[in-house]
């Protein structure tokens, strides 16, 4: 059998060509079927019923190209899951780095997600992001959160939900996990600023993910995270602003996100 | 007065017991802060600004009236500011975000 090679970048590219072409052939639907009824002026008219029979032939000829195309996206999303799980790259690594100043911690993104990431990200480019519409936009931040999913390996159903909240005492509220609901829920009042929405959506993520490993405890790290989101434990921003981010899930969160929106450079 | 506070931290704060203490023995560490902020617990008022204490130029009173956060949550960056600054001031500079 011959060998192929395939990428997580290549499915990504194909998968958005299939659906920008699905797109496409559903609103050439559409003019075909308004078409008809601008053409005639009298239903008798023997041009009219004989356009009529072409705009039929054609709009079946459409639909089946139509369930064709929608068929091999669904193969294509099933080789990506397939992909996925026979990879499952660990995402990030830990890279400590020691200067002057001391030692940082940062995350650093596996290869073999880069590709993808950069597809998707490449939305966010601000000259880019700024042509979008608001509708554009939300579909780019679900299409970013599903795939930081996949790559995660998240496998409880995860969804996006916008909210709009103006800052309070000058402080914002960029985004947030509802972990009850398995909700990320951002702000829309800062959809303008894509770097943040980026930074915002993989910091819950995260979140999503560490709740998933806290209930596995296969880690030394998931038992960390076990610990610091067991009832009580988790430090709030209000009563102790350095706990708060100091405390393992947010600085993980944290580090995953400059990560990610350092996967644009 | 610590039973007090202990209570006020589990009970209104839904703190765990080891988180209440750890915060406890944080704020204990430093006299004087553990001082105002026990004067802010009986009378439910921060010290005087001409008196008050002032790390890296914030008192507590100033702290809690810039950001959204709670009494306590401003003497306890009173203590990260005395023994981490540097982190702790970078994190005030950058508007005490909340991710």
């Given at each position: 059998?011959?060998?192929?090679?395939?990428?997580?970048?290549?499915?990504?590219?194909?998968?958005?060509?299939?659906?920008?072409?699905?797109?496409?052939?559903?609103?050439?639907?559409?003019e075909l079927e308004k078409?008809?009824?601008?053409?005639?002026?009298?239903?008798?008219?023997?041009?009219?019923?004989?356009?009529?029979?072409?705009?039929?032939?054609?709009?079946?000829?459409?639909?089946?190209?139509?369930?064709?195309?929608?068929?091999?996206?669904?193969?294509?999303?099933?080789?990506?899951?397939?992909?996925?799980?026979?990879?499952?790259?660990?995402?990030?690594?830990?890279?400590?780095?020691?200067?002057?100043?001391?030692?940082?911690?940062?995350?650093?993104?596996?290869?073999?997600?880069?590709?993808?990431?950069?597809?998707?990200?490449?939305?966010?480019?601000?000259?880019?992001?700024?042509?979008?519409?608001?509708?554009?936009?939300?579909?780019?931040?679900?299409?970013?959160?599903?795939?930081?999913?996949?790559?995660?390996?998240?496998?409880?159903?995860?969804?996006?939900?916008?909210?709009?909240?103006?800052?309070?005492?000058?402080?914002?509220?960029?985004?947030?996990?509802?972990?009850?609901?398995?909700?990320?829920?951002?702000?829309?009042?800062?959809?303008?600023?894509?770097?943040?929405?980026?930074?915002?959506?993989?910091?819950?993520?995260?979140?999503?993910?560490?709740?998933?490993?806290?209930?596995?405890?296969?880690?030394?790290?998931?038992?960390?995270?076990?610990?610091?989101?067991?009832?009580?434990?988790?430090?709030?921003?209000?009563?102790?602003?350095?706990?708060?981010?100091?405390?393992?899930?947010?600085?993980?969160?944290?580090?995953?996100?400059?990560?990610?929106?350092?996967?644009?450079? | 007065?610590?039973?007090?506070?202990?209570?006020?931290?589990?009970?209104?704060?839904?703190?765990?017991?080891?988180?209440?203490?750890?915060?406890?023995?944080?704020?204990?560490?430093?006299?004087?802060?553990?001082?105002?902020?026990?004067?802010?617990?009986?009378?439910?008022?921060?010290?005087?600004?001409?008196?008050?204490?002032?790390?890296?130029?914030?008192?507590?009173?100033e702290l809690f009236e810039?950001?959204?956060?709670?009494?306590?949550?401003?003497?306890?960056?009173?203590?990260?500011?005395?023994?981490?600054?540097?982190?702790?001031?970078?994190?005030?500079?950058?508007?005490?975000?909340?991710?």
């Open positions: 059998m011959a060998s192929i090679r395939v990428s997580e970048e290549g499915i990504e590219i194909l998968k958005m060509a299939l659906q920008n072409v699905i797109g496409d052939y559903y609103s050439l639907r559409n078409a008809y009824f601008v053409l005639g002026e009298s239903w008798l008219d023997a041009n009219y019923l004989l356009a009529g029979e072409y705009v039929t032939k054609y709009l079946r000829e459409t639909d089946n190209v139509l369930y064709v195309l929608e068929h091999c996206l669904k193969v294509v999303d099933d080789l990506e899951n397939a992909f996925c799980n026979y990879m499952s790259p660990s995402l990030v690594t830990t890279v400590n780095r020691t200067s002057s100043s001391g030692t940082r911690t940062y995350y650093s993104i596996d290869e073999r997600a880069l590709g993808p990431l950069s597809v998707v990200l490449g939305n966010f480019v601000p000259m880019v992001w700024s042509a979008y519409d608001i509708t554009v936009k939300r579909r780019c931040v679900y299409s970013l959160l599903k795939l930081l999913c996949r790559l995660l390996g998240i496998v409880g159903r995860t969804e996006v939900r916008f909210f709009s909240q103006d800052s309070v005492n000058g402080a914002e509220t960029l985004g947030y996990f509802d972990a009850a609901r398995n909700l990320v829920c951002i702000n829309n009042r800062h959809l303008d600023d894509p770097l943040s929405i980026i930074d915002t959506v993989a910091h819950e993520v995260r979140h999503v993910w560490q709740k998933e490993r806290a209930r596995k405890k296969e880690t030394e790290r998931d038992k960390q995270f076990a610990e610091n989101l067991t009832e009580g434990n988790y430090v709030q921003y209000e009563v102790n602003p350095m706990g708060y981010y100091n405390q393992p899930v947010e600085k993980d969160a944290r580090l995953f996100a400059e990560a990610i929106k350092s996967a644009m450079d | 007065m610590e039973e007090d506070i202990l209570g006020y931290f589990e009970n209104d704060l839904h703190c765990s017991t080891a988180q209440a203490e750890r915060m406890l023995n944080e704020l204990k560490k430093h006299e004087d802060i553990w001082r105002e902020f026990c004067h802010w617990f009986s009378t439910k008022k921060f010290t005087d600004n001409k008196t008050c204490i002032r790390e890296k130029g914030y008192s507590a009173e810039k950001f959204d956060i709670y009494e306590v949550g401003a003497f306890n960056l009173l203590v990260s500011l005395r023994d981490n600054s540097q982190e702790t001031e970078e994190y005030i500079k950058k508007g005490l975000p909340k991710d």
